[in-house]
């Protein structure tokens, strides 16, 4: 006997074969995060001052160029998982848990221990992405977080011991 045939899925319900629900909104979440640890620490690269200010002015920078690149990967990947990303400044602001700075003046030593403990909360945040998108069986975006994670690990290192003694 001839099985009945299934019928082949559009490319947008293969997308969605697996439960990513829960995991795109982590990493939505994450997303949003990650744009507004990256302006805060602009901010702080921009606003910067005292004795270490070339170091820090440009370990920042360097910060911030690492955030940023990884921004199209993970909206991209949630897309490719036949989720849905953020659309505005709007979304971002709904969303985010890392919270803005607009103090007027923040001194060197409080904008890296609030830079630290912001990285230190993404890392939080990316190992509990990592189990949901496992559940999922999303095996390339539980790849890409793993680098991600390596990545906000470094940020948070040198931000621990650059504050370690001050
Ligand atoms: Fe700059």
Same mark, same amino acid.
């Given at each position: 006997?001839? *099985?009945?045939? =299934? *019928?082949? *899925? ?11 629900? +829960?995991?795109?909104d ?10 507004a ?5 602009k901010? &702080? ?5 005292? *004795? ?12 911030? =160029?690492?955030?940023f ?10 897309? #490719? ?11 971002? +602001? ?10 007027? &003046? ?15 909360? $993404?890392?939080?945040? $990316?190992?509990?992405?990592k ?5 999922? #069986? ?13 990545? +906000? ?12 003694? +001050?």
């Open positions: 006997m001839i *099985p009945a045939r =299934t *019928p082949t *899925p559009d490319s947008a319900s293969a997308l969605a074969l697996w439960n990513t629900t +829960a995991a795109a982590a990493l939505n979440t994450i997303l949003a995060d990650i744009l640890l990256y302006l805060k620490t901010n &702080f690269h921009w606003h910067m001052a005292g *004795p270490h200010f070339r170091d820090y002015h440009l370990l920042l920078d360097d910060q911030a =160029t690492e955030i690149s990884v921004v199209d990967d993970i909206a991209e990947r949630l897309r #490719k998982t036949g989720n849905t990303t953020l659309r505005s400044i709007g979304d971002i +602001a709904r969303r985010q848990t890392i919270r803005d700075n607009d103090a007027e &003046f923040v001194s060197a030593g409080d904008m890296l221990a609030e830079l630290r403990e912001d990285n230190f909360a $993404l890392v939080r945040a $990316l190992r509990e992405a189990v949901l998108v496992d559940e999922a #069986k999303d095996n390339a975006t539980s790849g890409l977080l793993d680098g991600w994670t390596d990545q +906000a690990e470094r940020r948070a290192w040198f931000l621990f011991e650059a504050t370690r003694f +001050a």
